[in-house]
T-cell receptor, first 113, second 113 residues
Framework: DTAVSQTPKYLVTQMGNDKSIKCEQN?????MYWYKQDSKKFLKIMFS???????INETVPNRFSPKSPDKAHLNLHINSLELGDSAVYFC????????????FGQGTRLTVV | AQSVTQLDSQVPVFEEAPVELRCNYSSSVSVYLFWYVQYPNQGLQLLLKYLSGSTLVKGINGFEAEFNKSQTSFHLRKPSVHISDTAEYFC???????????FGTGTSLTVIP
């Protein structure tokens, strides 16, 4: 009954590979996010979707492509992985109303070797 | 533009001592304020939030925070910390005009036995 779930939790892959991270929320929220947390714990917004529509697209290499098949799912596909992509990626969701918090998944630790 | 500043990147404190983690924000519009905690290898969990009303808000695990509009601050406090409070703490704001959460750079709290 996890509210925001991500898979996989750990991902180790070689440079140049393509990988996907899946995210699902069962809270009925209409907004979902992807954040990247670097080795210094800094959280950077990457993308945000509202009702399957992209509303935030920060300066992220176009090797990163989010896909939202429905408002409960937001997947992240990464092409041609590079060493610098190694980080923890968090999915989150919230209701569209501004006075509400975000709920986070457990994170996916991506290691590119 | 909005920004969140957590001045202390690391805070060591002895067990049962009080602690204050500082957070200041900058915004030209009204904001909603949040504190999250991240335990090792886990996602972010909401500690408390300020939406409106009383400026002193209480959260989980004995934490509280006070919203000070004139000083644009939202400092987190606990009167007596436990070893289990050792974690990373993030301050975040959400404006009443946008969907994005803006996070501070985090404060690493270490409780010393």
């Amino acid at each position: 009954d996890t509210a925001v779930s991500q898979t996989p939790k750990y991902l180790v892959t070689q440079m140049g590979n393509d990988k996907s991270i899946k995210c699902e929320q069962n809270l009925g929220h209409d907004t979902m996010y992807w954040y990247k947390q670097d080795s210094k714990k800094f959280l950077k917004i990457m993308f945000s979707y509202n009702n399957k529509e992209l509303i935030i697209n920060e300066t992220v290499p176009n090797r990163f492509s989010p896909k939202s098949p429905d408002k409960a799912h937001l997947n992240l596909h990464i092409n041609s992985l590079e060493l610098g992509d190694s980080a923890v990626y968090f999915c989150a969701s919230s209701r569209g109303q501004m006075n509400t918090e975000a709920f986070f998944g457990q994170g996916t630790r991506l290691t590119v070797v | 533009a909005q920004s969140v500043t957590q001045l202390d990147s690391q805070v060591p404190v002895f067990e049962e001592a009080p602690v204050e983690l500082r957070c200041n924000y900058s915004s030209s519009v009204s904001v909603y304020l949040f504190w999250y905690v991240q335990y090792p290898n886990q996602g972010l969990q909401l500690l408390l939030k300020y939406l409106s009303g009383s400026t002193l808000v209480k959260g989980i695990n004995g934490f509280e925070a006070e919203f000070n509009k004139s000083q644009t601050s939202f400092h987190l406090r606990k009167p007596s910390v436990h070893i289990s409070d050792t974690a990373e703490y993030f301050c975040a704001v959400r404006t009443n005009t946008g969907n994005q959460f803006y996070f501070g750079t985090g404060t690493s709290l270490t409780v010393i036995p």
